[in-house]
């Protein structure tokens, strides 16, 4: 009988020293935590991850590709960069995440000097793709679509200093019309239970004691017919973390006993984020979004029933091909009705393999802009009143840090996800303590301890 033995994988060095990576991340939370996981990837086989460009052999950037404008953002980013490499030879410039995946080595006619192209399924490859380009210093490449990837047994280095973002889920299989995220991250697939749960648990021993679930749509969470809000039971019994929230809802999906779970779990938090993206009904159907303008009303008042103190927020699109005056004016009137307590309202962008990119009667980018603005200040004035009423409340603060305008203040998030500045002592960093807010200025809360 012959027993094989795997070899241990090569450790990086360089010339006998650890080589230093530095990653910049753009792009959504799923974006952050694939950064994390990268960190860890890298960590693992004797990378060093630095904060600081200047020290680094090796840049990458894990992009994003939501809208043009995000394309064009990070482009201008790494065509700035790429001096860096007159003064250091050796350095190797990188590009990973939904754009790399997107245009592939299409990339690199943007910039013929990126190093390396690696796609969001292929990231355990990266340590040698890097280390081959020590050796071999030609371009390469990797942006392969596995639909199973789901990067188990990884424990990423989480980056925040109290909250810790926890991957439950990879892809989506919803493909609203106008989105480009199925298409650059693969199908929907859950990751397993028991990991989800060792997870979150490690993160509260390691002192985040806020985690967030990630997914693209969260409520269609499945492993072994274990749904999502079983799921959140069962992290709400954790007992390392003291706060639970969730990103992204899909309005369709979010189901009546996820809604229940959030009202009896004393973990999660009362704040929940719901993308209505319109108020009109042949709009909402032609971007596939699956639910009507009612529909997405009336779960905002079942929120409202079930949890008072909620805070809702939501995207909003402006704009998309065909949104008539009337139309456009619905959205315009349901965000009213609703108040959310903030809202990230955008202009449509079309991208390139999406259905909406090919509707007719695209709107034209003057008017696209004129709705967007009106959303915008819409919102402000909204937002403005919401924070208003939190005069008086008592709070519950998470604190992370002083206060960015005075030294004796320090900042946090209350449990429905709103920045509150109070003054106090900088041992009460990573601690809980009620606050009785005083005032709102702009976004933030102004309070004092209690
Ligand atoms: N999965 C999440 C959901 O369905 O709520 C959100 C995903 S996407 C990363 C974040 C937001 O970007 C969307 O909710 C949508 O409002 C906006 N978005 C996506 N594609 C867009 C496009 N082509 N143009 C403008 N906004 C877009
Ligand atoms: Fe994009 Fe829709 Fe999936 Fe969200 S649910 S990521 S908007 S396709
Ligand atoms: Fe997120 Fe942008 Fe990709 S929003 S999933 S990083 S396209």
């Known amino acids: 009988m012959t027993v094989s033995v795997s070899q241990p994988a090569p450790l990086a060095n360089w010339g006998g020293n650890k ?6 991340t753009y792009g959504c939370q799923m974006n952050v935590a694939d950064s994390e996981l990268v960190a860890s990837i890298l960590k693992d086989r004797n ?25 064009d953002r990070v482009i201008g980013r790494i065509n700035n960069e790429m001096s860096r490499k007159r003064s250091k030879k050796n350095l190797k410039i990188g590009v990973i995440g939904c754009m790399a995946q997107r245009l592939g080595e299409r990339l690199q006619e943007l910039n013929s000097s990126i190093d390396f192209i690696v796609g969001t399924d292929q990231y355990k490859n990266l340590p040698e793709i890097i280390m081959n380009l020590f050796e071999n210093p030609k371009f390469s490449s990797n942006t392969i679509i596995n639909n199973r990837e789901i990067y188990e047994d990884l424990y990423p ?9 926890i991957t439950i889920m990879r892809g989506c299989n919803n493909f609203c019309s106008y989105c480009i995220v199925p298409y650059v991250r693969g199908r929907e697939r859950s990751r397993d239970v028991k990991d989800v749960l060792n997870d979150v648990h490690k993160a509260g021993e390691q002192g985040f004691k806020d985690i967030t679930l990630l997914g693209q749509n969260v409520n269609s969470y499945n492993f072994n017919g274990i749904n999502f809000a ?9 007992e390392t973390i003291r706060r639970i929230r969730f990103v992204t809802s899909h ?9 229940e779970v959030m009202a009896e779990s004393e973990k999660v938090c009362e704040h929940l984020h719901l993308a209505m993206q319109s108020g009109d009904d042949e709009i909402l159907h032609k971007m596939n979004r699956g639910y009507t303008a009612e529909h997405f009303y009336n779960i905002v008042q079942k929120l409202g029933a079930s949890m008072p103190e909620i805070a809702i927020t939501t995207d909003v699109i402006a704009g998309f091909p065909g949104e008539t005056n009337e139309q456009f004016q619905r959205t315009y009137d349901l965000m009213k009705k609703i108040e959310f307590d903030y809202a990230f309202t955008f202009k449509f962008s079309p991208r390139q393999g999406t259905k909406a990119a090919e509707f007719n009667k695209q709107i034209p980018e003057k008017i696209r802009l004129e709705r967007l603005q009106k959303l915008i200040n819409l919102q402000q004035d909204i937002t403005s009143k919401k924070y208003k009423e939190q005069i008086g409340k008592i709070k519950e603060i998470y604190v992370e840090k002083v206060s960015k305008k005075a030294e004796d203040e320090l900042s946090g998030k209350s449990r429905d996800f709103k920045i509150t500045v109070f003054k106090g002592e900088k041992s009460l960093i990573g601690k809980f303590v009620n606050v009785r807010i005083t005032n709102a200025v702009g976004w933030t809360l102004k309070g004092v301890l209690i």
Do not use: W
């Not at 630095?50 to 995000?70: G, K, P």
């Not at 079983?230 to 954790?238: A, D, P, Q, T």
């Open 157 to 165: 280095i989480h980056s925040g200093k109290y909250n810790a973002f």
């Open 230 to 238: 079983e799921l959140l039971k069962r992290v709400n019994k954790i």
């Open 47 to 71: 990378f060093d991850l630095v904060n600081d460009m200047d020290n680094a052999d090796i840049i990458i950037f894990n992009t994003c590709s939501v809208r043009q404008h995000a394309e």
């Open 251 to 259: 309005p369709k999906d979010l189901s009546d006993e996820v809604i």
């Open 19 to 24: 080589m230093k990576v530095f990653i910049e």
